[in-house]
């Protein structure tokens, strides 16, 4: 399994990261059955995350025909023109994180991002995974109406305005959607990607590994449904 995971400007480096790492594990685990890369639409470049500028280098371009699994992350930090380095001597107290990572979501739409997600969600041999506010990069680029999906405990009536099912779980399997929460739950939603995918032997030697177990139920719309609820 091939995983490309998307670096945007703004991007949030934990739901990056923590992805990527458990990934990689897999694949030592597995003896190289599952290989991790970082890209972006642009290709490859240095991309300025949300959190203190903190910067990671794309080393490829987002390519839904060479990939089995893309995971997109969400986004984090202040609003600037595009490209600007954020300012970490302004106060805190003159703006709201809540208000400004839509908007920081919302630019990824002008770049060439929704069209190769588009690729991506349309190709029945791609699982598309997103955390936190990756989900809405989709929905608002209109690729997963009518989907189940979950995102950041603030993003989920947005997440539901766009016609997307939002589910209230730490990760949610739509099939080849499969949504993480809050930005922890990138490690989760990538364990839980290496126990369907590779196999629950490497799940748990990485699980332990880094001394991380999953949380909650992994929700799926099969089922009845709970009576009175």
């Known amino acids: 399994m091939h ?11 934990l739901d990056v990261i923590a992805p ?15 290989t991790v890369e970082l ?11 949300g959190t203190n500028a903190l910067t990671l280098r794309a080393t490829g371009t987002l390519d839904p025909r060479h990939a089995d699994l893309v995971v997109v ?15 970490h001597d302004a106060g805190a107290g003159e703006w709201r994180e809540d208000e400004l990572v839509p908007v920081l979501l919302g630019r990824t739409l002008t770049t060439g991002l929704p069209a190769l997600l588009k690729e991506a ?18 929905a608002m680029a209109g690729l997963i109406e009518d989907r189940h999906a979950t995102t ?17 779980a730490r990760v949610v399997d739509d099939g080849d959607l499969v949504s993480g ?9 990538s364990l839980y990607l290496l126990e369907r995918e590779i196999g629950p032997r490497i799940a748990h030697a990485v699980e332990g590994l880094f001394a991380h177990e999953r949380r909650g139920t992994v929700w799926h719309d099969r089922g009845p449904v709970p009576a009175g609820w």
């Open 3 to 13: 995983a490309q995971i998307v670096l945007f400007d703004g991007f949030d480096p």
């Open 73 to 87: 992350p969400g986004a984090a930090g202040r609003v600037g023109e595009p490209g600007e380095v954020p300012d």
């Open 39 to 49: 890209v972006s639409a642009e290709g490859p470049r240095e991309v300025v995350s």
């Open 152 to 168: 950041h405990h603030m993003g989920m009536e947005m997440l539901d305005a766009t016609g997307v099912h939002a589910v209230h």
């Open 121 to 138: 969600v349309e190709s029945p041999a791609v699982t598309v995974a997103t955390v936190c506010g990756g989900s809405l990069v989709l």
């Open 181 to 189: 929460a809050g930005v922890t739950s990138g490690l989760d939603l």
């Open 20 to 34: 990527y790492e458990v990934l990689h594990a897999g694949g030592t685990a597995s003896g190289g059955a599952v």
